[in-house]
């Protein structure tokens, strides 16, 4: 009877301990997180309080944010959401809400950075909060670390927008990480567009080929320029003595089938040296004429620039920064 009993615990040890493995290995158990709100901001700013406990805080995860988000829930998810803090704020003398604080966690800091760059108003100003931020009378928003921040108002207020920052400043103190992403350095600084830069997780600049990269944008006194880093996984296979045949990886098959795009499958490409693999001229129909070149995983581009010599200029810069 004893070794029946131990037979049986040990059986159903085994089973509960098996089916958490098997949801572990099918990403179905959540990472460990930090309890709910604690990204929201507790001390609030002077006059503010939580809308507590008629509004607590709600969370939502990948399978519900559509709840809060609708149809947008899809963009959050492709750029890696994981979690939402949702806090709702009042004035102390008001019983109504008047602001809610949105907290993204993404499963990385260039995701973070990424929902930011493409969901956001970028002819606002840029204030430093995190790693960069853009405040208004209706909302502010920042990121820093694997988090998104979006503090907006739901009610009419004075002085809005020194509000909403202050809450956001509030809520950067509790968020951990980094400030920077460490791709966008190897884009020449001069002649710039303040927050021309965004960071797409699939079909960069339209084109499904290159899939997840970064696109920073210049201005040439009034001319248009754009400069673009594509960004692939290491693979393919070199020939070796007595092994199968080399294949092409990844980067090299995106590269060969967006030259057929811009040039055509029957052009044969001018070939530019420099510091890179291989390299060629081309233009692209809305950003005009340029430089692309292939180095490693990474395909560089550089169209729209006053001159060829400042195209080859600024993609030679970006590809001897890379490693």
Known sequence: MRRYL????????????????????????????????????????????RATPEH???????????????QKADLYNRYGFMTLEHGTYRPNLLANPAAVVDVYQMDHPVHAYGIFSVDRDRLKKKVD????????EKECVFWKGQHFVRVKLIAEIQNAEE?????????????????????????????????????????????ECLG??????????????????AIFPPGGKTAAAKAEPAYPGPTT???????????????????????????YRAAEPKLGQGVVARRGRYIVAVFGTPSEEASIGMAATIVSALR
């Open 6 to 49: 131990l037979t049986t615990v040990v059986l159903v040890l085994l089973v509960t301990l098996g089916c958490q493995s098997t949801k572990q290995w099918l990403g179905m158990t959540p990472s460990p997180a930090p309890g709910p709100g604690a990204f929201l901001p507790a001390d609030e700013p002077e006059g503010w309080e």
């Open 129 to 136: 909060i995190g790693g960069g931020g853009h405040p208004g």
């Open 163 to 207: 509000v909403l920052e202050a809450l956001a400043r509030k809520t950067e103190k509790n968020i951990p990480g980094v400030t920077e992403i460490a791709e966008l350095r190897v884009f020449p600084t001069e002649n710039r567009v303040p927050a021309g830069d965004a960071y797409y997780t699939d079909d960069l600049l339209g084109y």
């Open 253 to 279: 098959t995106a590269y060969v089938k967006w030259r057929r795009e811009l040039l055509g499958s029957g052009e044969t490409p001018q070939v530019l040296p420099g510091p890179w693999d291989h390299g």
């Open 212 to 229: 997840r990269g970064f696109v920073v944008e210049y201005d040439f006194d009034g001319k248009k320029a754009a400069a673009i880093l």
């Open 56 to 70: 607590p805080v709600e969370i939502y995860s990948r399978e519900n944010l559509y709840l809060y988000l609708d």
